[in-house]
């Protein structure tokens, strides 16, 4: 499951530099948020 959540957040991370380069003045936490969802609390 790990390795799941490892793909998800490095695509989601991926997602998040796009945005930011296409919209420069938002600020964009996708990434942090998701990361710090606890293993506990994922749907499969």
């Given at each position: 499951?790990?390795?799941?959540?490892?793909?998800?957040?490095?695509?989601?991370?991926e997602?998040?530099?796009?945005?930011?380069?296409?919209?420069?003045?938002?600020?964009?936490?996708?990434y942090k948020?998701?990361?710090e969802?606890?293993?506990?609390d994922?749907?499969?």
């Amino acid at each position: 499951m790990t390795y799941m959540k490892v793909v998800g957040l490095n695509r989601m991370r991926e997602v998040e530099t796009e945005l930011q380069q296409r919209f420069s003045d938002l600020d964009f936490k996708f990434y942090k948020k998701a990361s710090e969802i606890p293993e506990s609390d994922w749907l499969i």
